[in-house]
């Protein structure tokens, strides 16, 4: 073989060939001439070992002839024989590369030779083989991999001979160099592969030399840490894009630390991690793994600094005992920056520092923060000459970890001690004082940074700010600090309060220079937590806070959300929400008022949350802060009135506040006098500053007009003996002679009035639901002779006084009377008002065209009013649609279906269109949208008109119109409408099933049918047809839908579905009218018969057959209530003679086809099963008894067994199952076709192989219980035999349960109940062994304990079948007693935990109910149970289903009350359970809960009882218990039966 031929073949197992590959190797590593041998042969000879040793499998014969052969090879050379011979060779010649790469200091492979490259890999390939094998054979587990492995017991002995520690001192840093060497990262297409694949070698070389590398951790930490963080310092790339193979040598470096750390020194451990050399190391390596390593790879890290600073025995005391822990260091940022300049004096200032304070004895904990001091006291002068930017960076990153591991040490030791886990106050304020220490030179660092505003390093800013933002999360987690912790020095407060004024100057810095989203997001998130941890830190500097957080809004991240949503939510809860009004009106007074500004406070309104927030604020604000507000946002108004873009945002918080307002009996007189108040003075402002329409102070005045119209309307309805004159219609109107402010309510009706009489008014009356619907939906504009700005304003104001006018046409309805003349009356001429308000909504509403996405006002602001003028009108539809006529419930129907139709289209991705989208989604989901008549009574019309108009240009509009109408509720057609609904749904049908012909595979053309469909279906199932109706259109409906159904477009499910549907509705409303006219019937059929070909046995298509099936079907479901008797006026034959007449004959037409699709055991054939399934199903409840149908059915269930075992498909299973039930439907027709031996086999076979594939069947069950309710005792005896013997199966536990248990619910006669009594006690002893099985899952737990628990109720129930003793009730009782203990507990889910509980319960109440008298005899496994309920009960939390257990286990105690004499004493020991668990801690939830059944088993005990527990428990016990017994005595009474 040439080198070529051999590096590219494939290794044989061949045992010669091996032979003669290793005699080469071997021959070529001992000769003197290997340089030649290396350079012609012997680089294919490593090549054809290396492929030898990465072969999964370690022999093959080759092509298949001589299989002993290869046998023997494998028994005489393996993998690690292979290895063992390569790995002298690998190691040497590395060795000897690794000595010429120290003397020449080359770290590059560019000019690496081939041959060292195959050295790599065949030392990564012998390292894998022989330290595999080692591990196996050292590991317990595996005893299966040993015996395959064969493992010598002198792998061991070959690698410490190979790798002494003097050799791994030099190959695993060159290892490590070779892998981070300076060659391409990514695995390049051709040249640099090689390279590639070197590194790859190197780092797996690397991790297994690393696992044997015997040294100390100080060593480790300063050779082998210190060579991979330089090698990483040396080789800058971006840590998210490093190649695995570095990040592998990263991860073993640190695997190898950590588990060094084991035997080290406590002591020595603590000063080396946290050292000024190894702490920059650890956090430059914790940056190198990746985001998508596994948890314990990224817990690697915390590991490290939990053990290595933080151990429990050897570390923590010490930080308890520091003299810095008594202190709160105070924030300097001078003290940084002179610490900066001089470096070197700050140690001995230090010293002086810690003299002074009394000469503590300083622990050696404090190099901690010596450390961190250290590396960060110096961080100007090392970022401005570049030498000490990494460390900064690299600890800074580090701290979070630092802070997190402290807390988490001090959480520990607090859940070990005996305050059940809680942290106390002062491990609280020991934690708080070690963040102040630890984080005191990063706060110094960055506001000195900030402060000096230099030349700042955006990466060491960044770096800073996330370390202040991550440990101060880390506080707020933990709670380190809680306002309500003693602090009578304030020195916490301080502390916080400096932290919080630095980051506010950081806030003032970041205002005026433009910053990175990540220090936004730091400084952001670090402000949200201040807030959260004390609200007073940034009481002062709200306003700052609130404008820069506006500011960073539009950025993609949601921290500045988060933040202004709390800061709304605390000031919420403290009732003070005043004080962030006034925040965001300093913000305006601390900025210039300019557009900028205005445009960085809106960005409050875009946030829904935070409105929500400010809602609900002013929902539950108190009664005495409203008028404070009120006057707040007025005098704002007022104040702003000359300031455009302050005014504009001043008026939409007044709008929020507004509509918030919750009136009631109490405030209404005030709110009233407010409204009026703001009439005079923000309102008469605005209206009074322009003359021009245009202006924005005219639309701000009309939208702010309009929601105090609406607060005045609500407050009216509280206050008694409202004159509708003088009072409702006061705050629109002014007086003559004032004329300080504009008459809105002349106004408005001037504007109407106007628009009324306009010719273009009566046009776009008249003319434009015909243009519209002409136009093929689309909408069109209209000039309305309204100002663009005033339009949303106007329409609002009219809407809203509408509903003032309702309101006062209601009380002038009560006062006025009957003889008055209606003509004249007032409410007459307010109606009038309203229908003419309507009329001007609706006209301003066209005024763009209808789906059309709005836009922003021409001033820019972002106008409360909404942009969408359908808005509105979708809003107040319950007021207007009392004056509204049918033309504005169609408009508005248009709309409503185009904003429904408009979601994910993509010329509809507006602002405003979502909005539309989300207003129409809100009506269908509101019960009263469907109880308007006005609308309902055009929705079906409309909605099938636009679906019409939209099929040709947009199928994805018509189809969700049509989806929505499907779904709508059809009681509201009435019978008029009925015809004409169904022929436009019909003419759509047949339009769009000529479309989907043209494009078979258009999914929105299928769904529209779907939708067409169903709406006929449900149409026709309500339809109640006029006199003299039109036959033809039925004719047409059964021929159309009969014909498209059945083509080759009809394949999906969906469709034939909804096809079918429609047909069988198609079908019933033919049988309804028989009666008036026979004829729709007969045309029916007559249409049916053209499905099935013109031979007597042609087969059919499965389209045709899953129509035909749905047909006969739906004549068995009337049949068997008794639908088909009607008979005709003009024949004597009735509906039954019909349908018996045509489906025997479509049964003769189809069944030889049927049946030879069926013997094929095919599975597309499930349809065809079906078909056969009701045809004979029909016969067996048929009058005419047919012999053949008999055969038929007997062949066909015959062919059964074999369909069930050869098809596995779920749906020819299901088939088959129906047909089991069908036919048992008529047990007796079934046992003449059938012996009666095989039925039960037949059904039996069913049920117990999908119990073995734990599918529920429950076709099978009612099929079976039929059966067994008409059997006799042989039927029993085949039954019960099968069950007990199984043909020599052994069937499951829960088979057998699940089939007694139907068994012994369904027998009635007392000859069955004779028979099965004497099998009880064997399957009551197999029902036992459900709850034994202690290895299924959670689901098959669950399974198991509810069937148990329904056959124990039954059996039970039933003692005519067995009378259980009482060494069985114990039996039963103490089965259940170990489900609950806690390692089974564990095991299993909520939902299982809930199921299993309230199972046993039932079983529990059932014994009580009927075995009490058994009971006295054996209380002790049934309070042993009660025990293991009640201690259960106590180890649950809410979370896991505490009340629905506590509930279950009340109503068990309670049945214990009627037998109070004899279960008294063994009570006892239940509520002494409970109270242990009181003494013990229990959670309020828990006693609360537990608390009635408490009262119970207190309420079977005598005063005796209540003595002898008064004596058994301690004094801390009686001081828990009393208030529980006390609290008995005054509130329980037992309602039940005593």
Not at 762 to 782: D, H, I, M, N, R
């Amino acid at each position: 073989q040439t080198k070529g031929e051999a590096a590219s073949t494939k290794p044989s197992s061949n045992h010669d060939e091996i032979v003669s590959y290793i005699t080469k190797f071997v021959s070529a590593t001992k000769s003197s001439s290997s340089s030649e041998k290396e350079s012609t042969d012997f680089p294919s000879v490593i090549s054809y070992l290396i492929l030898f040793l990465q072969k999964d499998t370690t022999t093959t014969a080759v092509n298949g002839k001589d299989e002993q052969q290869a046998s023997l090879a494998a028994m005489y050379i393996t993998k690690e024989d292979v290895a063992t011979l390569l790995l002298p060779w690998c190691v040497g010649r590395l060795m000897r590369l690794a000595a010429a790469s120290s003397s020449n200091d080359d770290n590059s492979t560019d000019d690496v030779d081939a041959l060292d490259g195959l050295a790599w890999a065949a030392l990564t390939s012998s390292l894998d083989i022989v330290a595999a094998a080692t591990t196996s054979s050292t590991a317990a587990a595996a005893a299966e991999e040993s015996s395959t492995l064969q493992v010598s017991t002198s792998n061991e002995t070959l690698l410490s001979s190979c790798f002494p520690q003097s050799t791994l001192n030099r190959l695993v840093p060159y290892a490590g160099r070779i892998a981070f060497s300076s060659s391409h990262h990514q695995p390049p297409s051709s040249s640099n592969n090689e390279t590639y694949n070197i590194q790859t070698s190197a780092s797996t070389t690397f991790v297994h030399l690393v696992q044997r590398y015997k040294s100390s951790f100080d060593v480790v930490c300063k050779t082998l840490l210190s060579d991979v963080d330089s090698l990483l310092s040396n080789n800058q790339t971006d840590t998210t894009t490093r190649p695995p193979h570095q990040v592998a040598v990263v991860q073993a470096t640190l695997k190898k630390i950590h588990k060094l750390m084991e035997n080290a020194n406590p002591k020595r451990l603590f000063t080396i991690v946290c050292s000024m050399d190894v702490l920059p190391r650890l956090g430059r390596l914790s940056m190198v793994l990746p985001s998508s390593s596994l948890d314990d790879e990224k817990l690697l890290i915390q590991k490290i600094l939990l053990d290595g600073l933080f151990h429990p025995v050897h570390h923590m005391d010490g930080f308890r005992t520091m003299s810095e822990m008594k202190l709160v260091p105070k924030v300097e940022v001078a003290a940084a920056a002179e610490a900066a300049t001089v470096e070197k004096d700050g140690e001995k200032k230090a010293k002086k520092d810690e003299d002074k304070k009394g000469g503590n004895k300083t622990c050696f904990q404090a190099g901690l923060f010596h450390s961190v001091k250290t590396l960060l006291s110096s961080v100007t002068a090392s970022v401005e000459d570049g030498s000490g930017k990494d460390d900064v960076i690299a600890t800074a990153k580090l701290l979070p970890g630092i802070v997190h591991g402290f807390f988490e040490r001090v959480r520990e030791h607090a859940t070990q001690s005996k305050n059940g886990g809680s942290t106390t106050e002062a491990d609280a304020k020991l934690q708080f004082r070690f963040w102040c220490h630890l984080i005191l030179p990063v706060l110094e660092a960055l506001f000195s940074r900030k402060h000096q505003n230099g030349n700042n390093d955006d990466d060491v800013d960044n770096a800073l700010m996330d370390a202040v933002s991550q440990t101060l999360g880390l506080v707020l987690q933990y709670d380190a600090y809680l306002p309500s912790y003693n602090d009578p020095d304030e020195e916490h407060l301080t502390y916080l309060q400096s932290v919080a004024d630095g980051l506010v100057r950081c806030v003032d810095g970041s205002n005026n220079n433009t910053k990175t989203d990540n220090d936004n997001y730091a400084l952001v998130t670090s402000l949200c937590n201040l807030i959260l941890l004390n609200h007073r830190l940034l009481h002062g500097k709200l306003s700052t806070v609130t404008y820069y957080t506006c500011a960073c809004l539009p950025q993609k991240n949601q921290e500045p959300n988060k933040l202004l949503f709390t800061i709304v939510k605390t000031y919420r809860e403290l009732r003070a929400i005043g004080d962030f009004l006034t925040a965001t009106r300093e913000a305006f007074t601390k900025t210039a008022a300019s557009q900028e500004s205005a445009d960085t406070m809106n960005n409050i309104l875009l946030c829904n949350n935070v409105v929500d927030s400010l809602a609900l604020a002013y929902q539950s604000c108190p009664s005495g802060q409203l008028q404070e507000m009120w006057n707040f946002f007025d005098g704002w108004i007022v104040d702003s009135i000359s300031t455009t873009p302050e005014l504009s945002f001043a008026v939409q918080m007044f709008i929020i506040f507004v509509k918030s307002i919750r009136s009631d009996k109490q405030n209404s007189l005030g709110l009233r006098g407010l409204c009026e108040f703001s009439m005079n003075t923000s309102i008469a402002k605005l209206l009074d500053s322009s003359d021009i329409e245009s202006s924005i102070h005219m639309r701000l005045g009309f939208d702010l007009c309009g929601w105090l119209v609406e607060l005045h309307s609500r407050s009216c309805f509280w206050v008694d003996n409202v004159s509708v004159d003088g009072e409702s219609s006061f705050l629109l109107t002014t007086s003559k002679d004032d004329k300080s402010r504009l008459n809105v309510l002349s106004y408005l009706h001037n504007k109407a009035e106007t628009a009324a009489a306009s010719e273009g008014f009566s046009l776009w009356k008249k003319s434009f639901l015909g243009a519209y619907w002409q136009s093929g939906g689309v909408g069109t504009e209209v000039d309305i002779g309204v100002h663009t700005s005033l339009r949303g304003s106007l329409q609002r104001l009219a809407l809203h006084r509408i509903h003032q006018l309702h309101s006062m046409i209601y009380y002038c309805n009560l006062e006025e009377s009957d003889e008055q003349d209606s003509k004249d009356s007032q409410s007459t001429v307010l109606t009038r008002e309203a229908k003419m308000l309507v009329d001007f909504s609706f006209y301003i509403a066209c005024s763009e065209a209808i789906g059309a996405a709005g836009s922003e006002t021409e001033e820019g602001d972002l106008a409360l009013s909404s942009a969408s003028l359908w808005i509105p009108i979708a809003q107040s539809l319950p007021i207007w649609s009392h004056y509204s006529e049918h033309f504005h419930s169609e408009l508005f129907l248009i709309w409503f279906y185009t904003s429904i139709s408009s979601a994910n289209s993509s010329r509809n991705c507006s602002h405003t269109s979502r909005r539309e989208y989300a207003t129409s989604i809100a009506l269908t989901r509101d019960a009263s949208f469907y109880d308007n008549d006005k609308i309902m009574t055009p929705l079906m019309h409309v909605g099938v008109k636009f679906a019409t108009h939209k099929s040709n240009d947009d199928v994805e509009a018509s189809s969700k119109a049509l989806s929505f109408i499907s779904s709508a509720p059809v009681e509201f057609i009435e019978s008029s409408d009925s015809t004409n609904i169904l022929a436009e749904i019909l003419d759509l049908d047949i339009h769009t099933t000529a479309t989907l012909r043209q494009s078979q595979n258009d999914q929105l053309v299928k769904q529209v049918l779907c939708s067409t469909r169903s709406i006929l279906a449900r149409v026709l199932s309500v339809a109640m047809l006029p006199s003299g109706f039109d036959t033809s259109l039925f004719a047409k409906m059964t021929h159309h839908l009969l014909s498209s159904s059945s083509d080759d477009i009809g394949c999906d499910m969906i469709y034939l579905s909804a096809s079918s549907d429609a047909i069988n509705e198609c079908l019933s409303l033919c049988i309804d009218y028989y009666e008036k006219d026979d004829t729709l019937l007969q045309d029916f059929f007559s249409q049916l018969s053209n499905l099935m070909g013109d031979g007597p046995s042609s087969e059919i298509s499965s389209s045709k057959a899953f129509l035909l099936r749905g047909v006969i079907r739906k004549v068995n479901t009337l049949n068997r209530h008794h639908s088909l008797a009607k008979r005709s006026a003009t024949k004597s034959k009735s509906v039954y003679d019909v349908c018996t007449e045509k489906v025997l004959t479509i049964y003769e037409r189809t069944w030889r086809g049927l049946f030879s699709k069926i013997s094929k055991v095919n599975s597309s054939a499930c349809v065809e099963l079906l078909l056969a399934s009701e045809l004979l199903s029909f016969h067996a409840n048929c009058a005419v008894k047919n012999a053949e149908a008999k055969e038929n059915a007997a062949e066909l269930f015959e062919n059964l067994a074999n369909i069930q075992d050869s098809s596995p498909e779920a749906d020819m299973i299901t088939a088959c199952n129906y047909f089991l039930s069908v036919m048992a439907a008529a047990p007796d027709y079934l046992f003449e076709c059938v012996a009666q031996e095989k039925v039960f086999e037949q059904i039996l076979c069913a049920m117990s192989s999908s119990s073995s594939s734990q599918t529920a069947t429950p076709l099978l069950d009612a099929a079976f219980c039929s059966l067994i309710r008409q059997t006799d005792v042989d039927g029993l005896n085949t039954a019960t035999t099968f069950l007990i013997k199984g043909e020599g199966k052994r069937q499951s536990s829960v088979f057998l349960v699940k089939t007694f248990h139907l068994i012994i619910s369904s027998i009635k006669s007392q000859e069955q109940q004779k028979y099965i009594a004497g099998h009880c006690e064997h399957f009551l002893l197999i029902s036992m062994d459900l709850l034994r099985e202690k290895s299924c899952n959670v689901h098959q737990t669950q399974q198991h304990v509810s069937l148990f628990s329904r056959m124990m109720t039954t059996l039970l129930a039933k003692k005519e079948l067995l009378v259980l003793s009482g060494r069985e009730i114990g039996m039963i009782c103490s089965e259940m007693t170990p489900l609950f203990h806690i390692d089974r507990v564990n095991a299993r889910d909520v939902e299982c935990d809930i199921s299993v509980f309230n199972s046993c319960s039932s079983v529990v109440s059932a014994l009580i109910a009927h075995y009490s008298k058994q009971l006295y005899g054996c209380p002790s496994p049934l309070f042993g149970l009660l025990l293991s309920l009640l201690s259960h009960l106590l180890h649950t939390n809410a979370r896991k289903g505490l009340s629905e257990k506590a509930l279950e286990y009340s109503k068990l105690c309670e049945l214990l009350i009627p037998h109070k004499d004899i279960f008294k004493k063994h009570v006892v020991g239940l509520i002494l359970c409970y109270i242990k668990a009181l003494s013990e801690g229990m959670s309020p939830i828990t006693k609360k809960k537990l608390m009635p059944s408490v009262y119970a088993l207190l309420d079977v005990c005598s005063d005796f009882e209540t003595r002898q527990i008064n004596a058994m428990i301690d004094v801390p016990s009686k001081t828990l218990f009393a208030p529980v017994f006390k609290s008995y005595q005054k509130f329980y009474q037992y309602h039940g039966q005593a």
